[in-house]
């Protein structure tokens, strides 16, 4: 993990694929084959059901 990374969108806002992290959690695009930083494992509350989940970043929002 990073200091310089803004803080994560809620997980609630996000789409299914930023949630499994087959996209940016940041700007969305689709984390393919290519590099991707990965976030780690993340608690979130979603209906008040305690869940885990693995965002993960682009290159370009997760350098600084
Ligand atoms: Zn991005």
Not at 13 to 40: E, F, M, N, W
């Amino acid at each position: 993990m990073s200091d310089t990374l803004p803080p994560l969108p809620p997980v609630g806002g996000l789409s299914t694929k930023q949630v499994r992290g087959a996209a940016c959690v940041y700007c969305g695009i689709h984390l393919g084959v290519g590099p991707a930083i990965d976030l780690g494992e993340q608690p979130a509350a979603v209906a008040d059901l305690a869940v885990r989940w693995f965002p993960r970043a682009c290159n370009g929002c997760g350098t600084p």
